[in-house]
């Protein structure tokens, strides 16, 4: 079942503190704001991308690390300081012309809720908050900034059959930027 709903895809939305990172902000003594994401995250969604997927950050927060991170990974879909992430999704679902089953989001608390909602496919990390992993279809095994979101676009890849041709095309960046 999971795996029929993943196979329909089109549009992966998440979330930021507590999905691409492990929730924590650090704030510095100037109000620098620092975050850690995993880097297997990072390509996890490239891989995602490559393969077709539009990717999407819907977060209430703002940040400039944000932006920055997104520009790394290549998402152009960036809308931070979301009061109503429902309304936010369901637009950019019109926009892109794509339908609740093709779409999947992902989340950890409950402003992520009403996302869940409009999606498809929701998805919770392993440390959400309770009501958020029960209104998930599936939760992830790693918690969030830990890995969580690599497993989903795995899931995703793995159910449309396009994990192994990922796979491929990335080991043939690898021996180009060795030869070259």
């Not at 309304?87 to 779409?103: C, D, F, I, N």
């Amino acid at each position: 079942m999971i795996e029929d709903m993943a196979d329909e895809i089109k549009l992966l939305v998440l979330d930021v503190d507590g999905v691409m990172t492990n929730g924590c902000i650090i704030l510095t003594d100037r109000g620098e704001e620092i975050k850690c994401f995993h880097v297997r995250d990072g390509l996890g969604l490239k891989l995602l991308m490559n393969a077709g997927i539009e990717v999407a950050i819907i977060t209430g927060r703002s940040s400039k690390v944000v932006m920055k991170r997104a520009e790394e990974i290549g998402i152009t879909e960036v809308h931070q300081g979301v009061s109503d992430k429902a309304a936010l999704l369901s637009s950019l679902m019109r926009r892109k012309g794509v339908e609740k089953k093709q779409t999947c989001a992902m989340g950890d608390d409950l402003p992520d809720l009403p996302m869940f909602r409009v999606a498809g496919m929701a998805v919770a990390v392993a440390d959400a908050a309770f009501e958020v992993r029960e209104a998930a279809v599936v939760v992830t095994k790693n918690r969030g900034g830990m890995g969580a979101v690599r497993e989903v676009c795995e899931m995703i890849l793995k159910a449309q059959g396009k994990w192994e041709q990922a796979l491929s095309s990335r080991r043939g960046e690898q021996n180009r930027s060795l030869q070259g």
